[in-house]
Nanobody, 128 residues
Framework: QVQLVESGGGLVQAGESLRLSCAASGRTFSDYAMGWFRQAPGKEREFAAVVTWNGDITYYADSVKGRFTIARDKAKNTVYLQMTSLKPEDTAVYYC?????????????????????WGQGTQVTVSS
């Protein structure tokens, strides 16, 4: 089992920044690819960003590319999502997810159903 706890959400104005954190506990953190997904009201949960098990490769959704950065700290068993230039359309509940996978397939890592474990989510609200 892997437990994931997100933090760092909040209410910000458009153009501001936030950093989300996801602390992992349980099984070996380094065996898992770590992703961030988000779900806006009335919409399906969608992929935002992912970092591979070794931290070497990252993928981003087109909607966040150039504004969001994902990174993992192996010593702290934590993955971060640095969000800059936030827009009202970034408003959503953000979820951290873990997949036990040492590959780098974009098709797999961006698919919501590929992930084994999920956090409870943290709300991000961006006002215009």
């Amino acid at each position: 089992q892997v437990q994931l706890v997100e933090s760092g959400g909040g209410l910000v104005q458009a153009g501001e920044s936030l950093r989300l954190s996801c602390a992992a506990s349980g099984r070996t953190f380094s065996d898992y690819a770590m992703g961030w997904f988000r779900q806006a009201p009335g919409k399906e949960r969608e992929f935002a960003a992912v970092v591979t098990w070794n931290g070497d490769i990252t993928y981003y959704a087109d909607s966040v590319k150039g504004r969001f950065t994902i990174a993992r700290d192996k010593a702290k068993n934590t993955v971060y999502l640095q969000m800059t230039s936030l827009k009202p359309e970034d408003t959503a509940v953000y979820y951290c997810a873990a997949a036990r996978y040492r590959g780098s397939s974009y098709a797999s890592l961006t698919r919501r159903t590929f992930y084994d474990y999920w956090g409870q989510g943290t709300q991000v609200t961006v006002s215009s």
